[in-house]
């Protein structure tokens, strides 16, 4: 169980966090501050895994609490949910060190996304001794923005397929893996093979004797 503890002034958007932290099973809030005071108090006695940060708060920023997370080297991690969006802020929140930023306001299911992935790189850092690439490039939040895709791919989709991939314990052909997701097969093809085309997985050709090669895809 992943303990979350929301920095958040606005109660209204407490409520809402809270809600959407409630439909997902395997996050547990553990407390709620509201100024940058009592959430310096509430990370030292709670010593939450993961903290929902809002950048304004009454007596200071969210920037100063993540600094002194740093600087004390506490060991938890920080998911910035605020309304600011200029860049300057949003590179400094990444040069921190936080994992993802949300701007407000935004759905559950861009929330859940953000948790989803928080959680397969949770469980990965803590039951894994060592990593591969693809395992890395599947829990990294600050990947390349959907500008950077191929036209008609979304970033979403395709960290959904990567992760998907990642859990399988043997290879598995486009088919196989869209019958997993639930997603159409032409499509779950088209991000393999532009995970392919970057090297972040592996395909392996196997020819029956009749018919088409099979491709199996393995991360």
């Known amino acids: 169980m992943i303990n979350v503890l929301i920095v958040e002034d606005d ?103 953000a948790m989803e992935v928080y959680l397969k790189m949770w469980k990965k850092l803590n039951h894994s001794s060592t ?25 979403n989709t395709l960290r959904q397929v990567l992760l998907k991939l990642v859990e399988q314990n043997e290879p598995v052909t486009a088919e196989q893996l869209a019958s997993i997701l639930g997603m159409a097969r032409v499509t779950v093809r088209r991000y393999l093979e532009y995970l392919e085309k970057t090297e972040k997985v592996q395909v392996e050709i196997q020819y029956g004797s009749v018919g088409r090669p099979s491709h199996y895809y393995r991360t």
Do not use: W
């Not at 990593?131 to 970033?155: C, H, R």
């Open 131 to 155: 990593l591969n690439q693809a395992d890395i490039d599947a829990f990294k939040l600050t990947t390349q923005a959907d500008t950077y895709l191929p036209k008609g791919l979304s970033e």
């Open 11 to 113: 109660p209204m958007v407490v409520e809402v966090n809270s809600g959407f932290l409630e439909k997902l099973p395997s996050f547990r809030l553990c407390g709620t501050a509201t100024t940058a005071k009592e959430a310096h108090e509430k990370i030292n006695d709670l010593k939450p895994n993961l903290i929902l940060l809002d950048m304004y708060l009454p007596d200071g920023f969210g920037l100063e609490v993540i600094k002194s997370i740093r600087d004390q080297e506490m060991k938890c991690d920080v998911i910035m949910i605020t309304a600011a969006r200029d860049t300057e802020t949003v590179h400094e929140v990444f040069r921190l060190g936080a994992i993802d930023y949300l701007v407000k306001p935004f759905r559950f299911e861009r929330f859940k996304s």
